[in-house]
C-alpha cells in the first residue's frame, strides 16, 4: 500500500460546482498534512495546512480524519483558476495528484 | 513569504557528466531540505532529506553515490547529479520549511542527453 493514496481523477467539472477531493495515508503516526496545488509544468505551491479540527479558507476547506487515516479537500463554487492538480502531502510524502479542470 | 532560490532551471547535459543543483533560502534559515524528482505525469517522488551538517537520508531505492547531497549551511543545500544517464532526465526540485508549511523552489529541468 502507498503511504499516501488520492482519488485518481480526473475530475471535470462546470463552473460553480463543488467538488471534493479525499486522500488516505498509511502511517499512522502522521503529524503534517497540508494541501498542494501544482500548475502545469511548475513548482507545487501550498493551498492549506490541515488541521485537526478542519479549517476553511475562503471556498476551500480542508478536513482531517485521523481515525480513518483520511484528508479532505472541499472547493466550492469552482472558478477557471481552480484548474490544477491538487497534491496532499503527509508527513513530507506526496499523494499522485489529482486533475481537475474547471470548464465555462 | 519564504523565499527558496532554486537554479539553474533547465540544464541539458551530455551522458557520463555531472549536474549541480543548488537550492538556497532568501529569508529564513532551514535546517532540513527535501529534495523530490518528478517524471512527467507523475508524482513529486521523495529521494532524500538533507540535514545542516549532517549526512543525508535517501529513500529506498535511491543511489546515494550517484546523488550527492551537500547542506553546507542552514541556507544552502545542494544536489549533484553524477555521472548522469538519460534515465536521469527528470524534474527536480527542493523543499524547504517546518510543520507549518514547506516553500519549493522554483525546479529545474534535467535532461541528459
Known amino acids: 500500500r502507498k503511504e499516501v493514496e488520492q482519488d485518481p481523477g480526473p475530475f471535470n467539472v462546470p463552473e460553480g460546482a463543488t467538488v471534493a477531493f479525499n486522500c488516505t495515508y498509511s502511517?499512522?503516526?502522521?503529524?503534517?498534512f497540508f494541501w498542494y496545488r501544482q500548475d502545469c509544468r511548475k513548482e507545487p505551491k501550498l493551498l492549506m495546512s490541515?488541521?485537526?479540527s478542519g479549517n476553511e479558507d475562503g471556498r476551500f476547506t480542508a478536513q482531517l480524519n485521523r481515525a480513518s487515516q483520511y484528508i479532505s479537500l472541499l472547493i466550492r463554487d469552482s472558478k477557471l483558476s481552480d484548474s490544477a492538480t491538487y497534491l496532499c502531502?503527509?508527513?513530507?510524502?506526496f499523494g499522485a495528484g489529482t486533475r481537475l479542470t474547471v470548464k465555462p | 513569504g519564504a523565499v527558496v532560490s532554486q537554479h539553474p532551471s533547465r540544464v541539458i547535459c551530455k551522458s557520463g557528466t555531472s549536474v549541480k543543483i543548488e537550492c538556497r533560502s532568501l529569508?529564513?534559515?532551514?535546517?532540513?531540505m527535501f529534495w523530490y524528482r518528478q517524471f512527467p505525469k507523475q508524482s513529486l517522488m521523495l529521494m532524500a532529506t538533507?540535514?545542516?551538517?549532517?549526512?543525508?537520508?535517501?529513500e529506498q531505492g535511491v543511489e546515494k553515490d550517484k546523488f550527492l547531497i551537500n547542506h553546507a549551511s542552514l541556507t544552502l543545500s545542494t544536489l549533484t547529479v553524477t555521472s548522469a544517464h538519460p534515465e536521469d532526465s527528470s524534474f527536480y526540485i527542493c523543499?524547504?520549511?517546518?510543520?507549518?508549511?514547506?516553500?519549493f523552489g522554483s525546479g529545474t529541468r534535467l535532461t541528459v542527453v
Open positions: 523543499s524547504m520549511g517546518d510543520h507549518y508549511g514547506y516553500t
Open positions: 529569508d529564513f534559515q532551514a535546517t532540513t
Open positions: 538533507s540535514n545542516e551538517g549532517s549526512k543525508a537520508t535517501y
Open positions: 490541515v488541521y485537526s
Open positions: 502531502v503527509v508527513k513530507m510524502r
Open positions: 502511517n499512522s503516526a502522521s503529524q503534517s
